[in-house]
């Protein structure tokens, strides 16, 4: 009984490790998205803080010159805004860069098979999961 368990176990993975897929696997593809969404997220973020931030700096201080009015909350809540805007881009850029260094690293490819021997109606190349790691 313990034979035909293995035997079928064995049978099973062999079959089943011929329905394997050449793309890219759904995590690289998933990371490579999250990648471009966080570094879209991260231009519009700088890009908005940029313009905040000169939009203050443009402003005049005083607004009304007969009755002394002044701009002042306006400028700085203009320019907060527009730091703030700017430092939270920072992360964004950070972290896009590491998941699109990440799904560089995983990758599904062809490898091929050394055989010294070839086989007749055998594949030369099989799928394979590869993982890079930079030292």
Do not use: H
Not at 30 to 46: C, E, P, R
Request: hydrophobic content about 45%.
């Amino acid at each position: 009984m313990k034979y035909l368990f293995l035997y079928l176990l064995l049978l099973s993975i062999c079959t089943e490790s011929f329905g394997q897929t050449v793309g890219p696997s759904a995590l690289q593809l998933d990371l490579i998205q999250k990648s471009d969404t966080q570094y879209k997220a991260g231009l519009i973020f700088l890009g908005g803080g940029t313009a905040l931030t000169l939009t203050s700096i443009v402003i005049p201080r005083n607004f009304d010159f007969d009755s002394g009015t002044n701009n002042t909350r306006v400028i700085s809540f203009l320019a907060w805004t527009g730091v703030f805007s700017i430092c939270t881009s920072i992360p964004l850029f950070l972290s896009a860069g590491q998941n699109a260094r990440m799904a560089a690293r995983l990758s599904l490819e062809n490898q091929a098979l050394t055989s010294p021997i070839p086989i007749p109606n055998y594949a030369r190349s099989i799928p394979s999961l590869s993982l890079k790691i930079p030292l």
